[in-house]
C-alpha cells in the first residue's frame, strides 16, 4: 500500500544516509567514530553537564562516560568538577578539540556543499526554509 508521504520519506531518509555517510567517513578520516564527531560538535559551543550530555546525544550514563572517557585520553576534552555543585561534572572542549572539531567542520561544510551544487539557489534557501520548519516543529532532537 502506498502512501501519498512514500516520496518525501524516502527522499528524506535517503537524503539522511547520505549526510550520515559523509560525516561517518570524514570522522574515520581523523580516526573518530561519528559519536565522537557529534560530541566535538555539541561542545564546541557550550559546557554541558554529563547528563545534559548525554541527553543531548540520546546516549545512558554508562555509554556517555565510555565515549568522553575516550576522547580525554586524546586530549580532546576535559572534566571538571561544577562551581556550584561538586557532584555534578561538565565537560569542556580543550583547544585540540576546536582545532580538530573547527577543521573537520570545514570540510563537511565543503563536502555537503559540492553534494548540493548542482541544486539552484532558490532550491536551497526552500530547503533551509523546510527543514527549519521541520526542526522547529519537533525540538526534541535538541536532546
Do not use: C, Y
Request: aromatic residues 2%.
Amino acid at each position: 500500500m502506498t502512501s501519498p508521504n512514500d516520496d518525501l520519506v524516502d527522499a528524506l531518509v535517503q537524503l539522511s544516509f547520505l549526510v550520515q555517510g559523509t560525516l561517518a567517513e570524514l570522522a574515520a578520516e581523523h580516526g573518530m567514530s561519528v559519536a565522537q564527531a557529534r560530541l566535538l560538535g555539541v561542545l564546541r559551543d557550550r559546557e554541558p553537564t554529563m547528563n545534559e550530555l548525554g541527553r543531548h546525544l540520546g546516549l545512558d550514563k554508562s555509554s556517555i562516560s565510555g565515549l568522553v572517557d575516550r576522547a580525554e585520553r586524546r586530549g580532546l576534552v576535559v572534566r571538571t568538577a561544577s562551581a556550584t555543585d561538586r557532584r555534578v561534572v561538565q565537560v569542556s572542549i580543550t583547544p585540540a578539540g576546536l582545532e580538530l572539531v573547527t577543521t573537520a567542520g570545514t570540510v563537511f561544510a565543503e563536502r555537503l556543499g559540492a553534494l548540493t551544487a548542482d541544486v539552484s539557489a532558490a532550491d536551497r534557501r526552500a530547503l533551509v526554509r523546510a527543514t527549519r520548519r521541520i526542526l522547529d516543529a519537533d525540538p526534541s532532537w535538541l536532546g
